[in-house]
């Protein structure tokens, strides 16, 4: 890659070319947006993306990557919710964040979305322990103690 202002210039040419993003510039840096609402600006060596869902949680797991205000990119993180700020060493997966912004803003436009990073999944119940013979034998015989009893009955069907 010769730079990230090659990159996002190639990016941004096709994302205008095969959608409806345009060209334009986000406090002062070039940004993309889809219907005037931003989601994808250059920042240094660093493009910066608004995800949603597991797009975003894909681009903050990524090394380096951190949130990102546009509007104050001097602050720490956690900055703006949805915002992510993906360095240049993880330019290959540039084209999949931005897709996956448009995706959002897309989204966005028909039912809410959560621009916040979305909590974890619960942990998984624990395994019960494996069924030994013994073990089965004696639930079998702790349900025939308790007074089950196998029988057949007449259906009327």
Not at 38 to 50: E, I, K, N, Y
Request: with cysteine; net charge positive; charged share 15%.
């Amino acid at each position: 890659m010769a730079n990230a202002r090659t990159h996002f210039d190639f990016l941004s040419s096709y994302l205008q070319r095969y959608s409806e993003a345009t060209r334009g510039t986000l406090a002062g840096r070039p940004c993309m947006s889809w219907h005037n609402t931003p989601f994808m600006t250059l920042f240094g060596q660093s493009v910066a993306f608004r995800l949603a869902g597991h797009g975003l949680v894909r681009a903050l797991a990524l090394p380096g990557a951190s949130g990102f205000d546009p509007f104050k990119p001097d602050e720490p993180p956690p900055g703006k919710p949805g915002w992510v700020l993906v360095p240049a060493t993880h330019w290959a997966s540039w084209d999949r964040c931005a897709l996956d912004a448009i995706r959002c803003l897309r989204l966005a436009q028909s039912q809410h979305v959560s621009w916040h990073v979305p909590p974890a999944p619960p942990e998984p119940p624990p395994a019960p322990p494996p069924s030994t013979p013994k073990s089965l034998a004696e639930r079998v015989a702790a349900i025939m103690k308790s007074g089950f009893s196998f029988g057949l009955v007449k259906s009327d069907r």
